[in-house]
Structure formats: C-alpha cells, structure tokens
T-cell receptor
Framework: EDKVVQSPLSLVVHEGDTVTLNCSYE??????LLWYKQEKKAPTFLFML????IEKKSGRLSSILDKKELFSILNITATQTGDSAVYLC?????????????FGKGTLLTVNP | GAGVSQSPSNKVTEKGKDVELRCDPI?????LYWYRQSLGQGLEFLIY????????KSGLPSDHFSAERTGGSVSTLTIQRTQQEDSAVYLC????????????FGPGTRLTVL
C-alpha cells in the first residue's frame, strides 16, 4: 500500500525564521511528488517535482526531491505570519486505471509575530 | 467557471439518511477527483473520473458510497445510510487530464452525521 509520511506533524516558529518540512514516500510506479498549502479548506498547489536534485523555487519557498532516498523537503525562508497553514505532501503514481494521489497527514506550521 | 465549486458547503444530517454532494469542476477539465479529509488526517483519495468514466472505484470507503459524473462535467458523491464515521470534509478537485496537470481543489463540503 502506498504511503506518505510527513514530519514534523506541527511546528511553531517566529517570523523571520527558516523552516524545513520533510516528506518521505513509498509509492508504487511513482511519477511525481506534490506539495500543497492548506489554509482553510481548499489546498492550493505549490510544487510538482518529478526529477531528482532539481530545486523548484517560488519566492521564499523552495523544494527538492531525492528519488534515491525517497524523500522531499519544502523550505520556507524568512517566514511570515501568512505562511501559517497545513502543508501537505502527496505522491502520485504513473496512472493507468489505478491512478492515485496519496497524501501525508500534513505539517501544521504556525508562524508567530 | 473560475474555480471548482462544491455544494452544499455544510451539511448536517441524521444517521441513516442519504446525502448527495455536488462538485462542479473548472470548465474544460476532463479529470475530476474526490477526497475525504477527517479531523487530524490527511486527504484520503476516494475516486477519480476521466470524462464520465471511473476506472477504479476501490478507494470508496464502503458500498454505501457511490459517485457519478455525467456530461463530463458535474459530479455527485452519494452516501447512503450515513454513519457517524462518515463525518468529514469532502473535497473535490479537477485537472486538465489525469496525472498530467495540477489538481485544483474546491472549498469542500463539511458533512456532519449526528
């Protein structure tokens, strides 16, 4: 059974800190690793990673995938209170009739002023 | 439409009643997905549609869950004879095609079974 594990489950930091969120995965016929940010209800897409070692960057957020060690990290630098959210990681298989996206339980990030 | 919409946003029902949840995907998106998120849990993948077809229904929690999609657009998730453990937020997402594009999520339906 496919599995995605995120750590830590929760994290409290002060504005300006840098945080690293972890995601390990076991996904049969793995295709990609996705990161989402969930503030209220609807998760919003952050990154899709398919290749090992290539960093994706968007402003203060960046992410990288290691397909040998089966993990990914999401970095947030100079955190702001608006970064407070649940960050979800998901492993996607390569499709066909058994297509599936398996989510981890998320990391709850709280950024205090 | 501008985004994925879901209705109702909240639903409170009594145990044993049937409920129907609706998802209206982004126009032109052929793939549609249903997820369930229970308190403190990650998103649980339930089912996906490519067009009107759902190739794999094994993710549905039990035989009192069913889903359909007609006209390649709106989808409904039906829960018959609801139980308290069905209480959760049900999220719908759509993408241009299965496994080839970013999934965009709707705001979800919060279902409470008393």
């Amino acid at each position: 059974e496919d599995k995605v594990v995120q750590s830590p489950l929760s994290l409290v930091v002060h504005e300006g800190d840098t945080v690293t969120l972890n995601c390990s995965y076991e996904v049969t016929n793995f295709r990609s690793l996705l990161w989402y940010k969930q503030e209220k209800k609807a998760p919003t897409f952050l990154f899709m990673l398919t290749s090992s070692g290539i960093e994706k960057k968007s402003g203060r957020l960046s992410s990288i995938l290691d397909k040998k060690e089966l993990f990914s990290i999401l970095n947030i630098t100079a955190t702001q209170t608006g970064d407070s959210a649940v960050y979800l990681c998901a492993g996607e298989n390569s499709g066909g009739s058994n297509y599936k996206l398996t989510f981890g339980k998320g990391t709850l990030l709280t950024v205090n002023p | 439409g501008a985004g994925v919409s879901q209705s109702p946003s909240n639903k409170v029902t009594e145990k044993g009643k049937d409920v129907e949840l609706r998802c209206d995907p982004i126009s032109g998106h052929t793939a549609l997905y249903w997820y369930r998120q229970s308190l403190g849990q990650g998103l649980e993948f339930l089912i996906y549609f490519q067009g009107n077809s759902a190739p794999d229904k094994s993710g549905l929690p039990s035989d009192h869950f069913s889903a359909e999609r007609t006209g390649g657009s709106v989808s409904t998730l039906t829960i018959q004879r609801t139980q308290q453990e069905d209480s959760a937020v049900y999220l719908c997402a759509s993408s241009l095609a299965v496994s080839r594009a970013t999934q965009y999520f709707g705001p979800g339906t919060r279902l409470t079974v008393l």
